[in-house]
């Protein structure tokens, strides 16, 4: 089934860095990745996602790049602020009965002020 | 951005013991799913639920576990006599249609002693 790959688990920036975090994913048929953004106890919600026939995609300070040919897909974060700080979740969605999402273990964000 | 509601927000049960999680999802959306997030781990799926039955189901989703909608609007998660490693968020999630966002709910923290 599919797997994705998640890195790094940890990322600590300086307010006003990039951070850049990776996903790979196994399954090619996958067509549809998601990121979402969990602050402690809350729920996962949605800050940008990508399908297969764009390669990159942006909103504001926020972008996602996709590379299907090597299975790979990035989050990009420019200019980043204490409020960034969370766990940052990738998916890649499996074709079936239904669009099922597998997630990444994520990644916790710092942004130090 | 859409809002599902789930209820109760925390419940904490005896091992043994059914516990029934809901969710109000949104009314135009047809595809209903089901993820559980054990405590410092990632999101995984559980059952996927469309046209008032179950269109997909993962290994997690055992026989102590099931769904349905028996009123039209909320969807119910049932386990049957938890046991400890039940003991998780479990967030429901809606999507209006294949290929759109899937959006979820607050979550319901279950605790199992």
């Known amino acids: 089934g599919e797997n994705v790959e998640q890195h790094p688990s940890t990322l600590s920036v300086q307010e006003g860095d990039s951070a850049v975090i990776k996903c790979t994913y196994s399954d090619s048929a996958s067509n549809y990745f998601p990121w979402y953004k969990q602050e402690l106890g809350k729920r996962p919600q949605l800050i940008i996602d990508?399908?297969?026939?764009?390669g990159e995609k942006k909103d504001q300070r926020i972008a996602v790049t996709l590379n299907k040919t090597a299975k790979h897909f990035s989050l990009h974060i420019t200019e980043t602020q204490p409020e960034d700080s969370a766990v940052y979740f990738c998916a890649a969605s499996v074709q079936g009965g239904s669009e099922k999402l597998v997630f990444g273990k994520g990644t916790k964000l710092t942004v130090n002020p | 951005e859409p809002e599902v509601t789930q209820t109760p927000s925390h419940q904490v049960t005896q091992m043994g013991q059914e516990v029934i999680l809901r969710c109000v999802p949104i009314s135009n959306h047809l595809y209903f799913y089901w993820y559980r997030q054990i405590l410092g781990q990632k999101v995984e799926f559980l059952v996927s639920f469309y046209n008032n039955e179950i269109s997909e189901k993962s290994e997690i989703f055992d026989d102590q576990f099931s769904v349905e909608r028996p009123d039209g609007s909320n969807f119910t998660l049932k386990i049957r006599s938890t046991k400890l490693e039940d003991s998780a968020m479990y967030f429901c999630a809606a999507q209006r249609d294949r290929q759109e966002t899937q959006y979820f709910g607050p979550g319901t923290r279950l605790l199992v002693l």
């Open positions: 990508i399908r297969s026939n764009v």
